[in-house]
Protein backbone atom coordinates (compact mmCIF):
# COMPACT_ATOMS: atom_id res chain seq x y z
CA UNK A 1 0.00 0.00 0.00
CA UNK A 2 0.91 3.53 -0.68
CA UNK A 3 2.64 5.83 2.11
CA UNK A 4 -0.86 8.37 1.76
CA UNK A 5 -0.57 11.94 3.40
CA UNK A 6 -2.57 12.05 6.66
CA UNK A 7 -4.18 15.27 5.12
CA UNK A 8 -7.19 15.38 3.79
CA UNK A 9 -6.84 16.94 0.00
CA UNK A 10 -10.45 17.57 -1.36
CA UNK A 11 -13.40 16.02 -1.25
CA UNK A 12 -14.05 12.29 -2.49
CA UNK A 13 -16.80 10.13 -3.39
CA UNK A 14 -20.07 10.95 -1.49
CA UNK A 15 -18.12 13.65 -0.20
CA UNK A 16 -15.92 11.76 2.19
CA UNK A 17 -12.21 13.13 2.28
CA UNK A 18 -9.65 12.53 -0.16
CA UNK A 19 -6.15 11.56 0.98
CA UNK A 20 -3.67 12.42 -1.53
CA UNK A 21 -0.67 9.79 -2.36
CA UNK A 22 2.52 10.76 -1.01
CA UNK A 23 6.04 9.67 -1.79
CA UNK A 24 7.27 11.00 1.67
CA UNK A 25 8.21 8.38 4.47
CA UNK A 26 5.61 7.55 7.02
CA UNK A 27 4.12 9.70 8.81
CA UNK A 28 1.61 8.56 11.69
CA UNK A 29 -0.99 11.36 12.91
CA UNK A 30 -1.35 12.03 16.75
CA UNK A 31 -4.58 10.35 16.64
CA UNK A 32 -2.76 7.43 15.18
CA UNK A 33 -0.04 7.07 17.77
CA UNK A 34 -3.34 7.58 20.36
CA UNK A 35 -5.31 4.74 18.80
CA UNK A 36 -2.39 2.33 18.29
CA UNK A 37 -1.99 2.34 22.14
CA UNK A 38 -5.68 1.43 22.85
CA UNK A 39 -5.71 -0.98 20.22
CA UNK A 40 -4.07 -3.26 22.22
CA UNK A 41 -6.42 -2.66 24.99
CA UNK A 42 -9.21 -3.11 22.59
CA UNK A 43 -7.77 -6.27 21.27
CA UNK A 44 -7.33 -7.83 24.58
CA UNK A 45 -11.05 -6.87 25.99
CA UNK A 46 -11.72 -8.58 22.62
CA UNK A 47 -10.27 -11.92 23.08
CA UNK A 48 -12.35 -11.96 26.49
CA UNK A 49 -15.24 -12.28 25.04
CA UNK A 50 -14.19 -16.25 24.15
CA UNK A 51 -11.91 -16.55 26.62
CA UNK A 52 -14.53 -15.79 30.02
CA UNK A 53 -17.12 -18.14 28.50
CA UNK A 54 -18.11 -20.54 25.85
CA UNK A 55 -18.84 -19.32 22.41
CA UNK A 56 -22.01 -21.01 22.48
CA UNK A 57 -23.28 -20.01 25.75
CA UNK A 58 -21.40 -16.18 26.89
CA UNK A 59 -23.67 -15.84 30.05
CA UNK A 60 -21.39 -14.72 32.25
CA UNK A 61 -21.03 -11.02 33.59
CA UNK A 62 -17.25 -10.73 32.50
CA UNK A 63 -18.58 -11.63 28.67
CA UNK A 64 -20.96 -9.06 29.09
CA UNK A 65 -18.33 -6.45 29.92
CA UNK A 66 -15.99 -7.63 27.46
CA UNK A 67 -18.80 -7.06 24.71
CA UNK A 68 -19.76 -3.35 25.95
CA UNK A 69 -16.17 -2.25 26.43
CA UNK A 70 -14.94 -3.65 23.13
CA UNK A 71 -17.61 -1.97 21.24
CA UNK A 72 -16.84 1.41 23.23
CA UNK A 73 -13.56 1.12 22.01
CA UNK A 74 -14.16 0.29 18.91
CA UNK A 75 -16.67 2.97 18.70
CA UNK A 76 -14.08 5.82 20.33
CA UNK A 77 -10.96 4.59 18.38
CA UNK A 78 -12.80 4.99 14.79
CA UNK A 79 -14.65 8.19 15.68
CA UNK A 80 -10.86 9.21 16.93
CA UNK A 81 -9.48 8.66 13.76
CA UNK A 82 -12.14 9.69 11.25
CA UNK A 83 -12.75 12.83 13.33
CA UNK A 84 -12.09 15.33 9.91
CA UNK A 85 -13.68 12.49 7.33
CA UNK A 86 -17.05 13.62 6.70
CA UNK A 87 -20.08 11.26 7.82
CA UNK A 88 -22.62 9.71 5.53
CA UNK A 89 -25.76 9.55 6.74
CA UNK A 90 -25.67 6.12 6.15
CA UNK A 91 -23.06 5.59 8.40
CA UNK A 92 -25.54 6.07 11.56
CA UNK A 93 -27.56 2.93 10.03
CA UNK A 94 -24.91 0.24 10.46
CA UNK A 95 -24.05 2.27 13.97
CA UNK A 96 -27.42 1.81 15.18
CA UNK A 97 -27.47 -1.67 13.99
CA UNK A 98 -23.99 -2.67 15.19
CA UNK A 99 -25.27 -0.88 19.10
CA UNK A 100 -28.16 -2.77 18.64
CA UNK A 101 -26.84 -6.10 18.39
CA UNK A 102 -24.18 -5.27 21.34
CA UNK A 103 -26.77 -4.41 23.72
CA UNK A 104 -28.08 -7.49 23.06
CA UNK A 105 -25.31 -9.71 23.62
CA UNK A 106 -24.63 -7.77 26.18
CA UNK A 107 -28.07 -7.54 28.28
CA UNK A 108 -28.78 -11.40 27.12
CA UNK A 109 -32.00 -9.11 25.59
CA UNK A 110 -31.78 -11.77 22.75
CA UNK A 111 -34.26 -14.62 22.57
CA UNK A 112 -34.80 -15.08 19.29
CA UNK A 113 -31.00 -15.74 17.78
CA UNK A 114 -28.78 -18.15 19.42
CA UNK A 115 -25.63 -15.98 21.13
CA UNK A 116 -23.10 -17.12 18.68
CA UNK A 117 -24.97 -15.74 15.71
CA UNK A 118 -25.44 -12.90 17.48
CA UNK A 119 -21.99 -12.25 17.84
CA UNK A 120 -21.27 -12.94 14.16
CA UNK A 121 -24.35 -9.73 13.35
CA UNK A 122 -21.77 -8.02 15.58
CA UNK A 123 -18.96 -8.41 13.86
CA UNK A 124 -20.76 -7.71 10.13
CA UNK A 125 -21.84 -4.11 11.38
CA UNK A 126 -18.75 -3.18 13.63
CA UNK A 127 -17.05 -3.80 10.13
CA UNK A 128 -19.49 -2.52 7.74
CA UNK A 129 -19.90 0.69 9.87
CA UNK A 130 -15.97 0.87 10.07
CA UNK A 131 -16.08 1.00 6.19
CA UNK A 132 -19.05 3.78 5.88
CA UNK A 133 -17.23 5.61 8.33
CA UNK A 134 -14.31 5.72 6.03
CA UNK A 135 -15.54 6.58 3.57
CA UNK A 136 -14.27 3.54 1.18
CA UNK A 137 -17.71 2.16 -0.20
CA UNK A 138 -16.93 1.56 -3.57
CA UNK A 139 -19.95 3.41 -4.75
CA UNK A 140 -19.96 5.80 -1.65
CA UNK A 141 -22.51 3.98 0.31
CA UNK A 142 -24.08 0.30 0.11
CA UNK A 143 -25.19 -0.56 -3.12
CA UNK A 144 -24.81 -3.41 -5.75
CA UNK A 145 -21.13 -4.07 -5.23
CA UNK A 146 -21.40 -5.24 -1.59
CA UNK A 147 -19.32 -8.69 -2.59
CA UNK A 148 -16.91 -6.37 -3.03
CA UNK A 149 -17.02 -4.37 -0.36
CA UNK A 150 -17.13 -7.01 1.60
CA UNK A 151 -13.89 -8.25 0.22
CA UNK A 152 -12.25 -4.85 1.11
CA UNK A 153 -13.96 -4.42 4.94
CA UNK A 154 -12.69 -8.04 6.01
CA UNK A 155 -9.51 -8.76 4.32
CA UNK A 156 -7.89 -6.19 1.88
CA UNK A 157 -7.95 -3.54 3.51
CA UNK A 158 -7.23 -4.79 7.42
CA UNK A 159 -4.48 -7.39 5.98
CA UNK A 160 -3.04 -4.75 3.71
CA UNK A 161 -2.18 -2.56 6.59
CA UNK A 162 -1.82 -5.57 9.01
CA UNK A 163 1.74 -3.94 9.97
CA UNK A 164 0.38 -0.40 10.22
CA UNK A 165 0.16 -0.28 14.13
CA UNK A 166 4.14 -1.30 14.50
CA UNK A 167 4.70 1.36 11.48
CA UNK A 168 2.94 3.75 13.48
CA UNK A 169 4.45 2.82 17.28
CA UNK A 170 7.65 2.73 15.78
CA UNK A 171 7.23 6.27 14.12
CA UNK A 172 6.25 7.66 17.36
CA UNK A 173 9.12 5.84 19.03
CA UNK A 174 11.98 7.27 16.75
CA UNK A 175 9.69 10.77 17.25
CA UNK A 176 9.82 11.37 20.66
CA UNK A 177 14.03 10.12 20.78
CA UNK A 178 14.76 12.80 17.89
CA UNK A 179 13.29 15.01 20.10
CA UNK A 180 14.22 14.45 23.65
CA UNK A 181 17.52 13.16 22.63
CA UNK A 182 20.86 14.14 24.75
CA UNK A 183 19.86 16.02 27.55
CA UNK A 184 16.86 13.95 28.26
CA UNK A 185 18.79 10.84 27.85
CA UNK A 186 21.24 11.53 30.77
CA UNK A 187 18.46 12.51 32.17
CA UNK A 188 16.29 9.05 32.09
CA UNK A 189 19.01 7.07 32.53
CA UNK A 190 19.60 8.93 36.19
CA UNK A 191 16.06 8.61 36.66
CA UNK A 192 16.01 4.59 36.11
CA UNK A 193 19.13 4.39 38.20
CA UNK A 194 17.20 6.01 40.93
CA UNK A 195 13.33 3.66 40.78
CA UNK A 196 15.90 0.60 40.57
CA UNK A 197 17.88 1.69 43.72
CA UNK A 198 14.61 2.92 45.51
CA UNK A 199 12.71 -0.92 44.33
CA UNK A 200 15.46 -3.09 45.87
CA UNK A 201 15.50 -1.16 48.92
CA UNK A 202 12.29 -1.08 48.97
CA UNK A 203 12.10 -5.06 48.92
CA UNK A 204 14.63 -5.42 51.36
CA UNK A 205 12.75 -3.47 53.66
CA UNK A 206 9.80 -4.98 53.40
CA UNK A 207 11.24 -8.56 53.84
CA UNK A 208 12.88 -7.21 56.83
CA UNK A 209 9.74 -6.25 58.68
CA UNK A 210 8.38 -9.52 57.78
CA UNK A 211 10.95 -11.07 59.63
CA UNK A 212 10.88 -8.71 62.21
CA UNK A 213 6.93 -8.90 63.63
CA UNK A 214 5.17 -12.27 62.76
CA UNK A 215 1.71 -10.28 62.74
CA UNK A 216 2.79 -8.42 60.60
CA UNK A 217 3.29 -11.08 58.26
CA UNK A 218 0.08 -12.84 59.29
CA UNK A 219 -1.74 -9.66 57.81
CA UNK A 220 0.35 -8.88 54.80
CA UNK A 221 -0.41 -13.23 54.17
CA UNK A 222 -4.02 -12.34 54.85
CA UNK A 223 -4.13 -9.59 52.56
CA UNK A 224 -2.36 -11.61 49.77
CA UNK A 225 -5.05 -14.21 49.87
CA UNK A 226 -7.68 -11.67 50.13
CA UNK A 227 -6.44 -10.77 46.59
CA UNK A 228 -5.79 -13.62 45.28
CA UNK A 229 -9.56 -14.89 46.14
CA UNK A 230 -10.49 -11.80 44.70
CA UNK A 231 -9.29 -12.04 41.40
CA UNK A 232 -10.18 -16.29 41.60
CA UNK A 233 -13.61 -14.98 42.07
CA UNK A 234 -12.97 -12.44 38.88
CA UNK A 235 -11.99 -15.12 36.78
CA UNK A 236 -10.89 -18.63 37.72
CA UNK A 237 -8.84 -19.24 34.48
CA UNK A 238 -7.22 -15.39 34.52
CA UNK A 239 -4.21 -17.14 35.34
CA UNK A 240 -4.31 -20.06 32.95
CA UNK A 241 -5.46 -17.90 29.80
CA UNK A 242 -3.45 -14.76 30.29
CA UNK A 243 -0.62 -15.80 28.46
CA UNK A 244 -2.52 -16.94 25.64
CA UNK A 245 -5.18 -14.62 25.51
CA UNK A 246 -1.93 -11.70 25.83
CA UNK A 247 -0.60 -13.91 22.71
CA UNK A 248 -3.77 -13.59 20.62
CA UNK A 249 -4.94 -9.94 21.15
CA UNK A 250 -1.58 -9.18 19.28
CA UNK A 251 -2.94 -10.27 15.87
CA UNK A 252 -5.93 -9.06 16.89
CA UNK A 253 -5.10 -6.09 17.37
CA UNK A 254 -2.97 -5.72 14.42
CA UNK A 255 -6.40 -6.46 12.31
CA UNK A 256 -8.74 -4.41 14.06
CA UNK A 257 -6.50 -1.23 14.03
CA UNK A 258 -5.37 -2.33 10.44
CA UNK A 259 -8.83 -2.23 9.43
CA UNK A 260 -9.61 0.95 11.47
CA UNK A 261 -6.79 3.15 10.84
CA UNK A 262 -6.51 1.67 7.47
CA UNK A 263 -9.39 3.04 6.00
CA UNK A 264 -8.30 6.10 6.10
CA UNK A 265 -5.37 5.84 4.57
CA UNK A 266 -6.65 3.62 1.84
CA UNK A 267 -5.72 5.00 -1.09
CA UNK A 268 -9.02 6.64 -2.89
CA UNK A 269 -7.46 6.53 -6.57
CA UNK A 270 -7.27 2.55 -5.75
CA UNK A 271 -11.15 2.80 -4.93
CA UNK A 272 -12.15 4.76 -8.08
CA UNK A 273 -10.10 1.93 -10.28
CA UNK A 274 -11.57 -0.73 -8.40
CA UNK A 275 -15.06 0.87 -9.30
CA UNK A 276 -14.05 1.45 -12.51
CA UNK A 277 -13.22 -2.22 -13.06
CA UNK A 278 -15.92 -3.69 -12.06
CA UNK A 279 -18.21 -1.59 -13.59
CA UNK A 280 -16.42 -2.31 -16.67
CA UNK A 281 -16.58 -5.80 -15.54
CA UNK A 282 -20.39 -5.92 -15.64
CA UNK A 283 -20.92 -3.98 -18.81
CA UNK A 284 -18.70 -6.56 -20.60
CA UNK A 285 -21.81 -8.97 -19.28
CA UNK A 286 -23.91 -7.02 -21.30
CA UNK A 287 -23.92 -9.35 -24.43
CA UNK A 288 -27.08 -11.25 -24.39
CA UNK A 289 -30.07 -10.20 -26.42
CA UNK A 290 -33.97 -9.36 -24.18
CA UNK A 291 -35.52 -12.27 -26.20
CA UNK A 292 -33.45 -15.13 -25.13
CA UNK A 293 -33.75 -14.16 -21.36
CA UNK A 294 -37.62 -13.43 -22.22
CA UNK A 295 -37.77 -16.94 -23.07
CA UNK A 296 -35.87 -18.52 -20.65
CA UNK A 297 -38.17 -16.30 -17.71
CA UNK A 298 -41.10 -17.42 -19.30
CA UNK A 299 -40.21 -21.26 -18.71
CA UNK A 300 -39.78 -20.61 -15.24
CA UNK A 301 -42.82 -18.71 -15.15
CA UNK A 302 -45.13 -21.56 -16.77
CA UNK A 303 -43.46 -23.99 -14.46
CA UNK A 304 -44.55 -21.67 -11.86
CA UNK A 305 -48.04 -21.57 -13.05
CA UNK A 306 -48.58 -25.01 -13.34
CA UNK A 307 -47.34 -25.37 -10.06
CA UNK A 308 -49.69 -22.80 -8.89
CA UNK A 309 -52.67 -24.80 -10.55
CA UNK A 310 -52.12 -27.93 -10.09
CA UNK A 311 -51.65 -27.91 -6.18
CA UNK A 312 -53.70 -24.78 -5.64
CA UNK A 313 -55.53 -26.87 -2.87
CA UNK A 314 -52.62 -28.06 -1.00
CA UNK A 315 -50.99 -24.60 -1.35
CA UNK A 316 -53.90 -22.39 -0.85
CA UNK A 317 -55.07 -24.55 1.98
CA UNK A 318 -53.53 -22.43 5.17
CA UNK A 319 -55.66 -19.34 4.06
CA UNK A 320 -59.16 -21.54 4.55
CA UNK A 321 -58.14 -23.27 7.30
CA UNK A 322 -58.84 -26.86 5.88
CA UNK A 323 -55.69 -29.52 5.43
CA UNK A 324 -54.98 -31.62 2.77
CA UNK A 325 -56.17 -35.37 3.62
CA UNK A 326 -53.99 -36.77 5.41
CA UNK A 327 -51.93 -33.96 6.95
CA UNK A 328 -52.05 -32.46 10.74
CA UNK A 329 -51.22 -28.86 10.94
CA UNK A 330 -47.64 -28.92 12.01
CA UNK A 331 -46.66 -31.69 9.02
CA UNK A 332 -48.76 -28.98 6.57
CA UNK A 333 -46.71 -26.07 8.32
CA UNK A 334 -43.76 -27.51 7.94
CA UNK A 335 -43.25 -29.28 4.38
CA UNK A 336 -42.32 -26.76 1.80
CA UNK A 337 -41.67 -23.80 3.75
CA UNK A 338 -37.97 -24.01 3.39
CA UNK A 339 -38.84 -25.32 -0.31
CA UNK A 340 -40.69 -22.16 -0.96
CA UNK A 341 -38.17 -19.26 -0.02
CA UNK A 342 -35.47 -21.58 -1.54
CA UNK A 343 -37.31 -21.10 -4.87
CA UNK A 344 -37.34 -17.48 -4.31
CA UNK A 345 -33.91 -17.07 -3.86
CA UNK A 346 -33.60 -18.79 -7.23
CA UNK A 347 -35.32 -16.45 -8.86
CA UNK A 348 -33.47 -14.04 -7.32
CA UNK A 349 -30.16 -15.28 -8.86
CA UNK A 350 -31.97 -15.66 -12.46
CA UNK A 351 -32.67 -11.97 -12.15
CA UNK A 352 -29.35 -10.73 -10.85
CA UNK A 353 -28.21 -12.89 -14.03
CA UNK A 354 -30.75 -11.51 -16.48
CA UNK A 355 -30.37 -7.72 -15.61
CA UNK A 356 -26.72 -7.84 -15.08
CA UNK A 357 -26.57 -9.54 -18.66
CA UNK A 358 -29.16 -8.39 -20.97
CA UNK A 359 -28.01 -5.53 -23.52
CA UNK A 360 -28.11 -1.70 -22.42
CA UNK A 361 -30.28 -0.95 -25.57
CA UNK A 362 -33.50 -3.23 -24.81
CA UNK A 363 -33.41 -3.60 -21.21
CA UNK A 364 -36.29 -1.52 -21.20
CA UNK A 365 -38.03 -3.13 -23.65
CA UNK A 366 -41.66 -4.31 -22.79
CA UNK A 367 -40.30 -8.04 -24.29
CA UNK A 368 -37.65 -7.53 -21.38
CA UNK A 369 -39.78 -6.05 -18.23
CA UNK A 370 -43.01 -8.13 -18.47
CA UNK A 371 -41.51 -11.43 -18.01
CA UNK A 372 -39.22 -9.87 -14.92
CA UNK A 373 -42.69 -8.53 -13.27
CA UNK A 374 -44.52 -11.74 -14.03
CA UNK A 375 -41.63 -13.93 -12.49
CA UNK A 376 -40.92 -11.62 -9.87
CA UNK A 377 -45.05 -11.50 -8.69
CA UNK A 378 -45.02 -15.48 -8.75
CA UNK A 379 -42.11 -14.77 -6.35
CA UNK A 380 -44.32 -12.97 -4.02
CA UNK A 381 -46.95 -15.61 -4.06
CA UNK A 382 -44.62 -18.16 -3.02
CA UNK A 383 -43.35 -15.95 0.03
CA UNK A 384 -47.29 -15.34 0.52
CA UNK A 385 -47.71 -19.09 0.54
CA UNK A 386 -44.98 -19.66 2.90
CA UNK A 387 -46.10 -16.77 5.28
CA UNK A 388 -49.47 -18.66 5.40
CA UNK A 389 -47.79 -21.83 6.56
CA UNK A 390 -46.02 -20.30 9.20
CA UNK A 391 -48.60 -18.55 10.25
CA UNK A 392 -50.96 -21.19 10.52
CA UNK A 393 -48.26 -22.89 12.46
CA UNK A 394 -47.70 -19.99 14.97
CA UNK A 395 -51.40 -19.70 15.99
CA UNK A 396 -51.98 -23.23 16.74
CA UNK A 397 -48.79 -23.66 18.35
CA UNK A 398 -47.61 -20.02 19.39
CA UNK A 399 -44.19 -17.83 18.85
CA UNK A 400 -40.71 -19.72 18.92
CA UNK A 401 -37.65 -18.17 17.96
CA UNK A 402 -37.09 -20.14 15.41
CA UNK A 403 -40.81 -19.45 14.37
CA UNK A 404 -39.61 -15.52 14.36
CA UNK A 405 -36.39 -16.07 12.21
CA UNK A 406 -38.38 -17.90 9.88
CA UNK A 407 -40.88 -14.72 9.50
CA UNK A 408 -38.07 -12.34 9.45
CA UNK A 409 -36.78 -14.74 6.43
CA UNK A 410 -40.10 -14.42 4.52
CA UNK A 411 -40.57 -11.19 5.01
CA UNK A 412 -37.08 -10.15 3.80
CA UNK A 413 -37.94 -12.42 0.30
CA UNK A 414 -41.28 -10.47 0.09
CA UNK A 415 -39.36 -7.12 0.28
CA UNK A 416 -36.90 -8.09 -2.05
CA UNK A 417 -39.52 -9.48 -4.81
CA UNK A 418 -41.57 -5.81 -3.74
CA UNK A 419 -38.51 -3.34 -4.39
CA UNK A 420 -37.05 -5.57 -7.33
CA UNK A 421 -40.73 -4.73 -9.04
CA UNK A 422 -40.20 -1.23 -7.81
CA UNK A 423 -36.49 -1.16 -9.02
CA UNK A 424 -37.77 -2.30 -12.69
CA UNK A 425 -40.50 -0.08 -12.99
CA UNK A 426 -38.85 3.19 -11.71
CA UNK A 427 -35.40 2.27 -12.80
CA UNK A 428 -33.76 3.85 -9.55
CA UNK A 429 -32.03 1.42 -7.53
CA UNK A 430 -33.42 -0.93 -4.69
CA UNK A 431 -30.92 -3.18 -3.46
CA UNK A 432 -29.46 -0.32 -0.46
CA UNK A 433 -33.19 -0.23 0.20
CA UNK A 434 -33.60 -4.10 0.79
CA UNK A 435 -30.23 -4.31 2.85
CA UNK A 436 -30.76 -1.66 5.05
CA UNK A 437 -34.52 -3.00 5.78
CA UNK A 438 -32.62 -6.74 6.12
CA UNK A 439 -29.71 -5.15 8.91
CA UNK A 440 -32.59 -2.77 10.58
CA UNK A 441 -34.90 -5.53 11.06
CA UNK A 442 -32.60 -8.15 12.14
CA UNK A 443 -30.98 -6.10 14.38
CA UNK A 444 -34.42 -5.18 15.79
CA UNK A 445 -35.40 -9.33 16.73
CA UNK A 446 -31.75 -8.99 18.39
CA UNK A 447 -33.66 -6.91 21.35
CA UNK A 448 -36.46 -9.01 21.68
Given amino acids: MNSIDTVPQGSGVNGTSVLRVSTSSFSSTAAERICSALSYILAFTYTGIYYYSDIHDPSELLTSVCIAVTAALIIAVTELIHRD ?43 WWVISRGGVLLE ?35 SRIAEKRGKRNSFSIWIAAALLVSAVLFLKSADLLLNADSGFEARF ?3 SDAVRRFLSSVSGRIDETLPERILFSIPVGAWLFGLIAGSRRYSR ?30 LFSLMYLAFFVLQSSYLFGAFTGTLPEGF ?92 WMYSLLTGKPAFRKWMIFGAITLSALCLL
Fill in 140 to 174: GKSGHLLPLDAVNGFIAIPFGSFFLRIRTLFDALS
Fill in 85 to 127: TLRDRESWIWLSCFCATVVSAALKRNSVWEPYQVLLFIHIFAV
Fill in 328 to 419: IVSQYAREGFFELCKVITVNFTLLWFVTRMTSDSSRNSPLFMVPCLILLAESIVFAVIAFSKLFLYIRCFGFTPLRLQSTWLVCLCFAGCVL
Fill in 221 to 223: SDI
Fill in 269 to 298: SALERERRAASDLLSRLRRVPSGVWAVVIS
